[in-house]
């Protein structure tokens, strides 16, 4: 049977209901503005009626608040997630490219390549064509080589900086998903703590957990899951716990429970570049606890950690990828400072490498993007090779190159000396990374593999006075002396000197034949077996003007005519000027030296368009996913008001029952007796 004051209680259940109904809406609308917050609502229930043991059997006995909740669709979660990673990635791709078209930019109000190359360096020799014997023309002409130079030096500068300052974002964005994975662990522990003390869910606690994921899956894309705990005598009873795991890249795990690893960054040794144009120090990633290697370079992941390995290392996919050949080991190993290695065997590594029809040892050469000591991958597993060697005859379509002193780390990080009899015949062998992205070590190629045909081209042209393959004579400077310097040269990034470059052919004035040269490498190998770099030790960050001509211009051959009448012969100087526009005398990409930039700037273009658009089309899924969760988790003002008062309304209401039931009590207990 029922309370004498049973409808006071009923009265105060729901006085307590919606005055919870109203701290809840007060909650909502002080969160309007809060970042990741979701909309909670009071779940409620009629309370158990009670048996009165009457003719109308039971009574209801009021309400009761089940719990507060929070309105979020998972749904919507992974959603957003997985758009999230890649608005992270393309974001970061239009950013830098954005910047890497700004370095290349050439018009009115910059002076770039077209001013500088098409424009006056060709002015600069036409006027020589007109007076080749003239000092002051000669070295105005000069200052315009100085300048070209320059341009492809800073240029490169630039690109090497922006790698820099790329590998210097990988490291704060690892810095910054370890901290993620610390702080969502850490909420784990206390969301548990708060929900296994009693029959209540950390609100707010879980959408700090959620605003934490949703700001890692911009970095990598993450999968998150959350189980029930059960308990280990009871498994039919789960105890209120939750095990939350987020896994990052193909399932990676990053977070279990109150449990997290964490990724560190392993600066690469000098001896460990994947490209010759490498900054030094570019970071690798590995995972804290075992060490083992971290990619985010899948084609099915994302991210714009992704984004930043892709520009930092991108080399369109050009690493250089050939079949394994054989190990021998028949020099001394030496240590990582050049010294011989006593009672140890260098084992060099030979594979071969598919080449397109028509190459030669010149065209393979000016490609190459490799370094002189560096990484190398055979059947999976990486190594280091301390230098390289090619063997290409013009017509083959396959070239051979080897790789020596090849070594791997053992688990004391020790250099390990073998051959590798564990690996068979036709195997992988990959150099470089072969990143399908047009990044910096691509632009780096591109201009390199330019400067080295011009530089080849211009050079032989002022040797022997054509590019004929027959050198039936050699060109002269003012002096009468025929050309035994290099125009062009490469500085050593070792001691600063100038060098002068090998030809690919050997001659002399007079040969009816031309023997091509099909041997050449760079480092410790080539050194020992005395192969020339020809102009493979030439890039964009090292070209100049020969120093000795700049200082005495009539070093310069103009004319291949013997006799003092070589004053105003400018044959040389003709033949220089087609390297222009005539494809027989350069070729660049299949176009034209003037065509260079336009080429890169397509590239470009397409890549910074690309991600432009890839940009706004998920920025434009981003915005409707949000649409769908605001319009579920959102906090939306009028609705918020509108509760309000409703649930005043209510309270008011109840407060009303209160107020008669207490008039009831009164009448019955003061005047009755009762």
């Given at each position: 049977m029922t309370s004498q004051f049973f409808g006071l209680m009923i009265g105060y259940s729901g006085l307590t209901a919606y005055q919870t109904a109203n701290n809840t809406v007060a909650n909502n609308a002080a969160n309007v503005q809060t970042e990741g917050y979701s909309k909670q609502v009071v779940e409620q229930k009629a309370s158990n009626a009670i048996r009165t043991y009457t003719t109308y059997g039971m009574a209801g006995s009021g309400v009761t608040v089940t719990a507060i909740k929070q309105l979020r669709n998972e749904y919507y979660d992974i959603k957003y997630r997985a758009n999230e990673a890649d608005v992270g990635r393309y974001e970061a791709q239009k950013t830098y490219m954005s910047e890497i078209e700004k370095y290349f930019k050439d018009d009115v109000t910059i002076k770039g390549f077209t001013k500088i190359y098409t424009e006056e360096f060709y002015a600069g020799l036409e006027d020589l064509a007109k007076n080749p014997g003239t000092t002051s023309t000669r070295s105005s002409f000069l200052g315009k080589a100085q300048t070209l130079a320059e341009y492809f030096r800073t240029m490169s500068d630039n690109l090497t900086k922006e790698q820099e300052i790329l590998n210097s974002e990988i490291k704060s964005q690892v810095d910054q998903l370890n901290e993620f994975a610390g702080q969502i662990a850490s909420?784990?522990?206390?969301?548990?703590?708060?929900?296994?003390?009693?029959?209540?869910?950390?609100?707010e606690l879980r959408d700090q957990r959620n605003l934490i994921v949703d700001k890692l899956s911009k970095i990598v894309d993450v999968e998150v899951t959350e189980t029930e705990i059960y308990n280990a005598g009871d498994p039919d009873h789960p105890t209120g716990a939750h095990r939350y795991q987020v896994k990052i890249s193909n399932g990676c795990s990053l977070v279990d429970g109150y449990e997290y690893n964490t990724l560190e960054t392993r600066a690469r040794d000098t001896d460990e570049k994947y490209h010759q144009t490498d900054a030094d120090g570019l970071y690798d990633l590995y995972w804290s606890s075992t060490g083992n290697e971290f990619s985010v370079l899948a084609d099915n992941l994302s991210g714009s950690l992704k984004a930043l390995f892709e520009l930092r290392d991108g080399d369109n996919g050009e690493a250089l990828t050939g079949s394994y050949v054989r190990s021998t080991q028949t020099r001394n190993a030496r240590d990582r400072e050049g010294n011989v290695?006593?009672?140890?065997?260098?084992?060099?590594?030979?594979?071969?490498?598919?080449?397109?029809a028509g190459e030669t040892l010149e065209s393979l050469v000016s490609k190459l993007n490799i370094a002189d000591k560096g990484?190398?991958?055979?059947?999976?597993?990486?190594?280091?090779?301390?230098?390289?060697?090619?063997?290409?005859?013009?017509?083959?379509?396959?070239?051979?190159?080897?790789?020596?002193?090849?070594?791997?780390?053992?688990?004391?990080?020790?250099?390990?000396?073998?051959?590798?009899?564990?690996?068979?015949?036709?195997?992988?062998?990959?150099?470089?990374?072969?990143?399908?992205y047009q990044g910096i070590p691509y632009y780096q190629a591109q201009m390199n593999q330019w400067v080295r045909q011009f530089a080849y081209r211009f050079n032989y042209t002022e040797k022997h006075g054509s590019l004929n393959n027959l050198v039936t004579e050699n060109a002269?400077?003012?002096?009468?002396?025929?050309?035994?310097?290099?125009?062009?040269?490469?500085?050593?990034?070792?001691?600063?000197?100038?060098?002068?470059?090998?030809?690919?052919?050997?001659?002399?004035?007079?040969?009816?034949?031309?023997?091509?040269?099909t041997q050449a490498g760079s480092g410790t190998i080539a050194d020992e077996l005395n192969f020339d770099s020809f102009y493979y030790d030439m890039q964009a960050s090292n070209v100049y003007v020969n120093k000795k001509i700049i200082d005495d211009p009539a070093l310069m051959s103009t004319t291949?005519?013997?006799?003092?009448?070589?004053?105003?012969?400018?044959?040389?100087?003709?033949?220089?000027l087609e390297l222009k526009d005539n494809k027989?005398?350069?070729?660049?990409?299949?176009?034209?030296?003037?065509?260079?930039?336009?080429?890169?700037?397509?590239d470009i273009s397409l890549n910074s368009s690309s991600a432009k658009n890839f940009t706004d089309n998920a920025n434009n899924i981003r915005n409707a996913i949000?649409?769908?969760?605001?319009?579920?988790?959102?906090?939306?003002?009028?609705?918020?008001?509108?509760?309000l008062v409703k649930f005043q309304n209510a309270y008011n209401l109840n407060a009303k029952i209160i107020q008669t039931m207490t008039e009831i009590y009164d009448r019955l207990i003061l005047e009755t007796g009762v």
């Open positions: 909420l784990n522990k206390q969301i548990n703590l708060v929900e296994l003390q009693g029959q209540c869910v950390a609100n290695i006593t009672g140890v065997t260098a084992t060099d590594v030979t594979m071969t490498v598919s080449v397109e990484s190398i991958r055979i059947s999976g597993t990486m190594y280091k090779y301390d230098g390289w060697t090619v063997d290409f005859t013009p017509g083959s379509t396959t070239a051979t190159f080897t790789f020596g002193d090849v070594t791997y780390k053992n688990s004391s990080g020790d250099d390990i000396h073998g051959l590798m009899s564990a690996v068979t015949v036709g195997k992988k062998c990959e150099v470089g990374n072969g990143v399908e002269e400077n003012l002096y009468g002396d025929e050309m035994d310097i290099s125009f062009w040269q490469w500085r050593s990034v070792t001691d600063g000197s100038l060098n002068n470059l090998y030809e690919y052919y050997t001659a002399a004035a007079g040969d009816t034949v031309n023997t091509a040269k291949t005519t013997n006799g003092d009448i070589n004053v105003s012969a400018d044959n040389v100087v003709k033949e220089l027989s005398k350069m070729v660049y990409r299949g176009c034209t030296s003037t065509e260079f930039l336009s080429l890169i700037l397509t949000a649409n769908q969760k605001e319009s579920v988790s959102g906090v939306d003002n009028e609705e918020e008001a509108l509760d």
